[in-house]
């Protein structure tokens, strides 16, 4: 089977990804690294190579080139501009836009035809023009979505209640950026309702926390890496494996012309299906907010 990964882009979110990807026990079988730097991208295969005597999966690691995408069952993209302080993920748009149109059009003149799991911010931007300019399937092209969003919320909300958040079942939804939000009215732990056990202030205050938790991170270390490296690797091993996971992963959404991020069920061949989660009317609001941030950031680029 393929189980053959490439990876474009070795900055910091994207070996904190393949860092991830060789501590875990995965079936990934071969990672190849694309950089504009390939000094860089050659230490980075070396260290990494080096972990393998104690990694707990056999994977070879090397450099490579965009004829490495033929075969691959995954491209992970997580190359583009890093969002700076002070800067929303929304102004990295026009930078990030064109890096993409060179990078996708370098994978698919080479024939690439697997599935595209894209890191970049504007995630959901990022992931509507890697549809676009690669002509893929909607089901094979992934952004990351909210799964670092709501990674962040579940431990929150366990650091709170003293659960482990492998056991509460709570999504972040909408765009990856400033206007997603927590449909609340769907969030249970141990089948108790979440509005049962927090005042409306204090889900306020996690939303906020959750939101801007990223704003913090930038400006306290200069750029967020080990969270979405985790979060790739789920998505990763939710492909190979063919686990059917339910991730909130941002991808095609056929009734507004946009992709972001809902809860999907992720296997072998991409999104099987995306899961719509039942709205109040204020998180109906919210959701229509969202959709129309991500629209008018789309219309904003030349196609």
Known sequence: MNHKVVLVGCGNVGMAYAYALVNQKVYVDELVLIDINKEKC??????????????????RVRVGD???????????????????????RMDLIEK???????????????GFHGIFVVATNPLDVMTY?????????????????????TSRLR????????????????????????????????????????????????????????????YVIIEKKGATAYGI???LVKITNAIIEDKNSILPVSSWDEENK????TPA???????????FIPLNDEETEKIKNSIQTIREAVQKIDL
């Open 42 to 59: 050659e230490g980075e295969a070396m260290d990494l190579n080096h972990c393998m005597a104690y990694s707990p999966s056999k994977i």
């Open 66 to 88: 965009y004829q490495d995408c033929q075969d691959a069952k995954i491209v992970v993209i997580a190359a583009g501009a890093n969002q700076a302080p002070g800067e929303t």
């Open 96 to 110: 990030n836009s064109k890096i993409f149109q060179s990078i996708i059009s370098n994978i698919m003149k080479n």
């Open 129 to 149: 023009l890697t549809l676009k300019y690669s002509g893929l399937p909607n089901s094979q092209v992934i952004g990351s979505g909210t799964t670092l969003d």
């Open 155 to 214: 431990y929150i909300l366990s650091e709170k209640t003293g659960v482990n958040p492998k056991n509460i079942e709570a999504y972040v939804v909408g765009e990856h950026g400033d206007s997603e939000f927590i449909p609340w009215s769907n969030v249970n732990i141990a089948y108790q309702k979440v509005s049962d056990l927090f005042r409306k202030d204090e889900l306020d205050e996690m939303e906020e926390e959750v939101r801007h938790s990223a």
């Open 229 to 231: 490296g985790m979060c």
């Open 258 to 261: 946009i992709c972001l991020s």
């Open 265 to 275: 069920i992720v296997g072998s061949t991409g999104v099987k299906k995306k899961i």
